[in-house]
């Protein structure tokens, strides 16, 4: 049985460019279907916050227009619910990777306003990526990866990477409003290679041990990987 460690937001808002807060938190499809598929496949998730806050939920990620329909949203709930390590995480900076053998973060917009700026979550990606272990991030997790720079260099830098895309962003409303962008910043400050699929498809991309996925519906093939790179 293996122990994997999910790093996921604190936050329950995201600050936008004027300066309003925008309510988010981690998105439920995101949690749900990875957390899903390593527990029944046996092994075990332990969750990491900044300050070990409980996590929020995204509330629109359990709409059913996000979830693929009621029973879809009904489903997410449940295992959410049901997952009792998310109403006791560690902290983040308590965390000693050689406890674990792979690391995911899910996203939703929280991870652009704590995490991407969380020293704790540079330390835990930067130890992960040297360490060989599998490292799985999805959708705006990404955003950690700026905490991982160094007088500007991250040890990303020219990896192939994937992760929200601005056409998804402005679709959701959000591109002129918020106050950076999650592919600009991949690219410009991080340095990575950016790949992108279709709008809304399941897009994952695997560089080393770094697994990527692109919006919500990677999670679950992203997830698939990651098992597979378990054994």
Not at 29 to 45: D, L, M, R, S, W
Request: aromatic fraction near 6%.
């Amino acid at each position: 049985m293996a122990k994997v460690l999910f790093v996921v937001t604190g936050a329950t808002y995201l600050v936008l460019k004027d300066g309003t807060r925008y309510a988010t938190g981690y998105w439920a499809e995101e949690f749900a279907q990875p957390y899903k598929a390593i527990t029944e496949a046996g092994h075990e998730v332990v969750v990491a916050t900044p300050d070990g806050v409980t996590p929020t939920v995204d509330m629109m990620s359990l709409r059913p227009a996000m979830a693929g329909g009621e029973e879809g949203a009904l489903e997410l709930e449940a295992i959410i619910r049901s997952a009792e390590v998310m109403r006791r995480p560690i902290k983040l900076s308590d965390v000693r990777l050689q406890d674990y053998d792979a690391v995911y973060l899910p996203g939703g917009h929280g991870p652009m306003q704590d995490l991407s700026v969380d020293a704790d979550a540079g330390r835990i990606l930067t130890e992960q990526l040297a360490s060989g272990k599998p490292l799985a991030i999805v959708c705006h997790a990404p955003a950690a990866m700026l905490a991982t720079r160094i007088h500007g260099e991250s040890p990303f830098k020219g990896y192939r990477v994937t992760g929200f895309t601005n056409e998804e962003e402005e679709a959701v409303g959000l591109a002129d409003k918020a106050q950076w962008l999650l592919e600009d910043e991949l690219k410009e400050k991080v340095g990575v290679e950016y790949s992108r699929g279709e709008m809304w498809k399941p897009y994952v991309v695997e560089d080393r041990n770094l697994i990527t996925g692109q919006n919500p519906h990677s999670a679950e093939v992203l997830a698939e990987r990651l098992l597979k790179n378990l054994v």
